[in-house]
């Protein structure tokens, strides 16, 4: 037999049941009358469980029966066709089948609806595609938002880069002037001084700027590396008040060191036989320590002490720098944390503030697992308080 024969061999009945989407009769009230293999193959029922029996949105999801009384069957009542609908079967086997319906009224000679006619695809490989469409359209706006966001800050940086180095780049312009002036030979020794000491100044705010930028994005783009060893903390506060000494002398500040919450108590009955001891990172803890302390000089009006205290809990070794300064308000705590956060209150003493210290501590604090927080009233100075974990070596 040909190729030809064979086609001209196929029947109605095959070319139906084997099609490649389903379709199915129904009466008006939507009871299944006929319906092809393919169709009862997809949702997994014998053609004798389905045809009379069922009313097919009665094989539709919930949400499906809901969607049939409101859209589907007003819509095919009012214009007698239906296209690209979009159901979920439930199939035998208790699972969902994506499919889109278009459906065909058939009227008698009186333009009674005695039929319907639909066509049924499945469109589960679809909906997967759209599926991945959406997720990749979601971390494409994810993407744009992130890199919106980094180039505000890049935009923010840059800002503050050139407002705050502008100053001292100012100062050592004029200081180089006047040195370099023709009667600049009559200047006294002492006015000589003076310039070269604001010039070593103006250095030290250009070079602690750049410091901090560095620090940040290093902090936003390098993983950080923790090494936990058993280390003397009250030694390393002690080192780092008198690295500190010299600035709270300019400002008439006294600076503590206390041991346990009231701080009556030496490091032996606070930590045993191992002085202070605890296992931390050394580098990090130190860097926390540096900017809390840095930020309670910088805030302290002149006359005023500063402590930082230190004090097991448990298998916790808290830290606490508290000042004297004004306090923080309510508004100011919520967003202490957050990169280039500038607060209401302002350095004593004319210090440059790039709103990056704290946010840099909260950062190192997460890195080893830290909590860092601020308590405040206004007018009553601010206790920065870090809770740093036993660190297990």
Known sequence: ?????????????????????????????????????????????????????????????????????????????????????????????????????????????????????????????????????????????????????????????????????????????????????????????????????????????????????????????????VNLQMCDVGELMTALLRAYQLQAVKKNLSLHLSLGETGDKTGNELFGDKDCCWSIDEEIVVQIADNLLSNAIKYSPKGKNITIRLYPKDTILRLEVHDEGPGISNEDIKKLFGKFSRLSAQPTGGENSTGLGLSIVKKLADAIGAKVWCESELGRGATFIVELPRGNM
């Not at 001209?8 to 379709?23: F, P």
């Not at 009313?55 to 095919?76: C, F, M, N, S, V």
């Not at 997967?128 to 940086?157: D, G, P, S, W």
């Open 1 to 225: 037999m040909s190729l030809s024969d064979h086609y001209k061999d196929e029947t109605a009945d095959e070319l139906y049941n084997a099609a490649q989407c389903g379709y199915f009769s129904a009466m008006p009230d939507g009871t299944i009358v006929k319906i092809n293999d393919t169709l009862l193959s997809w949702l997994g029922y014998e053609r004798n469980m389905l045809v009379s029996r069922v009313q097919w949105r009665d094989l539709l999801t919930k949400g499906g029966q809901i969607y049939y009384e409101t859209h589907y069957a007003p819509l095919l009542r009012m214009y007698g066709v239906v296209k690209e609908i979009n159901f979920e079967f439930l199939t035998s086997a208790g699972t969902t089948l994506p499919i889109l319906v278009n459906t065909l009224l058939v009227y008698d000679d009186a333009g009674v609806p005695v039929l319907s006619r639909s066509l049924v695809l499945d469109i589960t490989e679809r909906k997967q595609y759209e599926r991945e469409l959406l997720l990749a359209k979601n971390r494409a706006e994810e993407l744009t938002v992130q890199l919106q966001e980094a180039n505000r800050q890049m935009n923010e940086i840059l800002s503050i880069a050139v407002h705050d180095l502008k100053n001292p780049l100012h100062t050592l312009r004029m200081a180089h002037q006047m040195l370099t002036a023709e009667n600049a030979n009559s200047a006294s020794t002492e006015y000589r001084l003076l310039l070269l000491k604001r010039n070593i100044e103006s250095i030290d705010t250009m070079s602690n700027l750049i410091t901090r930028l560095l620090q940040v994005n290093a902090l936003e783009h390098q993983s950080i590396q």
